[in-house]
C-alpha cells in the first residue's frame, strides 16, 4: 500500500477543477463568539466543481437534526453533485418547515446562478439555533461569492474562515500522490471547536437523542480529482470519520449540523476507483490520513481547551468495547 503522499497549500482547491470563495453578507451578528468579536468576519462559502461529482457524506445522528443535514442526507444518495453552499452565524436548525423551506432555496438560488440542478447542490450551515435564516443576507451573500470563485489559495483561506464561529483559527489540508503513475491530490477545510463529539452516519439515522449546546458545530467539507465510484467513496469516508471525527470529543455534546462532505470529480484521469481496485487503498491510506489532521486541528481549536490528550486501550475484546472504555475517561470534565 502506498502511503507516500507529501503535504501541498491550497486545501479544498488543491485538487484540480475545483473553485471557492468566502464573503461576508452580515449572517452572523457582530460580537457572536470569537471569530466574530473584531470587525466583519466573512459568513458564507461556496465551493464548486467545474464538472459533475461523485459525492459521500457523513451525517449527525442526533436526533435533532438541523434543516441542512436532511437535504444533505437525502440528496447525497443520489451519488452525484456539482457545489456546496455553506453559512456560519446561523445553524438553521430547530427552525421548523420554513428552515427546510430556507435550505432548499439557498441551493435552488445557487444552482440558478451556477447553471445546474437544484438537487447538484449541497448546503451547510453552522451558528446560533432555533433563528430563521436571513435570507435576504443568503442570496446576497451567494451572488457575491459567484463574483469571485477562484482556485488559489487565498480563496480556500477565505472559504475557510467563513465557516467559522468559535474557532480561533482556519483549518486546512491538502496531500498529493500517485494513483497509477497519475497525481492525485485530496483536500479539506474544516471547523469545530465546541460543542464536540461527532456521532456520524451515512444516513443521519438517529437512534436516541444527545445532549444539545448552543452555538457550534463540526463541518467538513473535502475535495479530491481521483475518480473514484459513488459507492467505494462512502465506503471509505465511512471508515475515515469513524477513525477521525467519531472519535474526538471536547465537551461531550453532539451538534445538531455535524457534516462531512467529499466531492470527487475525476479529473486527475486515474482509472476509476471501485470496491475492488487494487489502488483503493491508497485513496483510503490518503483520506484517512486528511481526515485525522482536521480531526485534530478541532481539539487543539477547542473551547476552553489547554491540554490535548490522546486516549489508548489495550487488552480490549472488541473495538466497540475500547471506544467505551476510552470516553468513560475522556468525556468526564473532571477527573
Not at 81 to 101: D, E, F, H, M, P
Not at 149 to 165: F, K, V
Request: aromatic share 2%; charged share 20%.
Amino acid at each position: 500500500m502506498n502511503t507516500h503522499w507529501k503535504s501541498i497549500p491550497g486545501s479544498i482547491v488543491a485538487p484540480r477543477g475545483f473553485l471557492t470563495s468566502g464573503v461576508f453578507c452580515d449572517i452572523k451578528r457582530l460580537g457572536t463568539g470569537k471569530g466574530s468579536n473584531r470587525g466583519k468576519k466573512r459568513d458564507l462559502a461556496l465551493l464548486v466543481s467545474e464538472v459533475p461529482a461523485t459525492v459521500a457524506g457523513m451525517f449527525t445522528t442526533n436526533q435533532v437534526c438541523a434543516a441542512p443535514v436532511k437535504i444533505c442526507a437525502e440528496r447525497v444518495k443520489r451519488g452525484k453533485a456539482q457545489a456546496i453552499v455553506v453559512n456560519s452565524g446561523n445553524a438553521n436548525a430547530c427552525t421548523g418547515r420554513q428552515g427546510l423551506a430556507d435550505a432548499k432555496a439557498m441551493t435552488a438560488f445557487a444552482a440558478k446562478l451556477l447553471r445546474m440542478a437544484p438537487e447538484a447542490v449541497l448546503v451547510g450551515s453552522t451558528g446560533r439555533i432555533g433563528v430563521n435564516m436571513p435570507m435576504d443576507n443568503v442570496r446576497s451573500g451567494i451572488e457575491a461569492a459567484m463574483q469571485i470563485l477562484g482556485s488559489d489559495a487565498q480563496c480556500a483561506d477565505e472559504a475557510a474562515e467563513a465557516i467559522m464561529t468559535s474557532d480561533t483559527k482556519s483549518k486546512q489540508v491538502a496531500v498529493e500522490f500517485k494513483l497509477g503513475g497519475k497525481p492525485v491530490r485530496i483536500g479539506g477545510i474544516c471547523k469545530g471547536a465546541g460543542m464536540i463529539q461527532p456521532g456520524m452516519s451515512a444516513t443521519g439515522a438517529r437512534p436516541a437523542a444527545a445532549p444539545q449546546g448552543l452555538h457550534a458545530t463540526m463541518l467538513c467539507f473535502i475535495t479530491t480529482d481521483a475518480a473514484i465510484e459513488a459507492k467505494a467513496l462512502q465506503a471509505c469516508l465511512q471508515e475515515a470519520v469513524a477513525h477521525s471525527f467519531n472519535r474526538i470529543t471536547i465537551d461531550g455534546d453532539m451538534s445538531t449540523n455535524d457534516t462531512v462532505l467529499v466531492l470527487a470529480n475525476g479529473l486527475a484521469g486515474n482509472a476509476k476507483l471501485g470496491a475492488r481496485s487494487a489502488e483503493l487503498k491508497s485513496f483510503h491510506a490518503a483520506l484517512n490520513h486528511v481526515c485525522l489532521e482536521l480531526a485534530k486541528m478541532i481539539v487543539r481549536d477547542g473551547e476552553g481547551v489547554h491540554r490535548v490528550v490522546t486516549v489508548r486501550v489495550n487488552g480490549a475484546k472488541t473495538i466497540q468495547d475500547a471506544e467505551a472504555a476510552a470516553r468513560a475517561g475522556a468525556d468526564r470534565a473532571l477527573g
